[in-house]
Structure formats: structure tokens, C-alpha cells
């Protein structure tokens, strides 16, 4: 007979305090360099090890930002990217490769899922998480615009219509197509702009 292994839940609280704490800073042996701290998420109430970051992912976030800064009128949205996004009912606190929130400080309370007019993930090897159990989270912080670009494929997945438990609304958006945010119908993203160009 197996016993379970208990997990440990935290709330945003205690994940709070545990990052004022720097529970999740790594002090440097003697004589080697200051190391970052690992990237980590609350998902669920678990802390969750993110995974690394490819070249091509660094690109396609790299042009999702130049897109963000270039289309949106000023004091229209803050631009966050690969920063904490509370999910209070669902003891999360993702990082978002790109999201843009209500145009307010930020300093004393990070934003919350009910701040959010964009959200986008990109997935080079996250896909069926970000989909998933990702794409649940969102949803039931009410969301009402997450896209999860999918590195491979080359394509975007857009989710809409919130629900509990999640999108009711999925479309798939591929080269020759554009993307036009809810939250700023005015602005659009060509699918092409975010991959190589083809020969």
C-alpha cells in the first residue's frame, strides 16, 4: 500500500510574505557569483518551478512588447511583462509573459485578474498548461481576454467568455490572419509579426 505525499497549500499572503522574506533567493556558495532566484509561480495555493525560457520565446515576447507599447495610446493600459497577476479566488499568482492592466500604481498591491484588459502566454513547451489548468485560473478570475501564442505551430489561441471554470470561447488564429484586442478594438496584431519570416 502507497501513502500520498501531503502537499503543502500557501495562500497570496504567505506567498507574500515568503517573497519579503526571500525565501526564494539563492545565496551563492563562497566565491561564486550572486545567482538569480528561481522563477516561480502560486498556482493553486502550490509554488510551482516555471519553466526556462527559449530563444524563440524571448523573441516572440520581445515583439508582443514593442506591439504593446507601439499600438496603445498613452495611459490607455500599463504594460506588465512576465510579472504577478492575483487571482484571489484561486490562490494564484501567475506571471504572464505579457499583460496589459488598468493604467494605475501598482507599488502598495499588485495587480488582480479583475485589472486585466490582456493577457498573453507564450508556450514553447507549456501548451497543454497554459491551455489547461492555466487557461482555468484565468477564467475564473474572469479574464476576459487571454491569448496563448503556440511557438510551434505558429498560431494563437485566443479564449473568451469567462466562466467558473473556463473559456467558453476558443479560436485559433494562424499566419494571414490578425488579432484585435476586446479591451482596444481599434489596435490589431498580425500573426505573422510575431514569427520569422517564411522563405
Known sequence: MTTATPTLKFTIGQYDLMIEAGVFARPPAPGEPLMEPPRVELIEGEIVMM???GSRHEEIVDRLTA???RCL??????????QSLGV?????????????????????KRPGAADALLVIEVAETSLSYDLGE??????????????????AAEIVHVLRRPGPLAYAEHRVAGRGESLTPLARPEVTLAV?????ARP
Open 88 to 108: 484571489p479566488g484561486r490562490q494564484s499568482v501567475p506571471q504572464p509573459d505579457v499583460a496589459w492592466v488598468q493604467p494605475r500604481d501598482y507599488a502598495a
Open 134 to 151: 492555466k487557461a482555468a485560473i484565468y477564467a475564473a478570475g474572469d479574464v476576459a481576454d487571454y491569448w496563448v501564442v503556440d511557438v
Open 192 to 196: 505573422d509579426s510575431l514569427f520569422a
Open 73 to 82: 495610446p498613452q495611459d490607455a493600459a500599463r504594460v506588465r511583462i512576465q
Open 67 to 69: 506591439w504593446s507599447f
Open 51 to 53: 519553466s526556462p525560457i
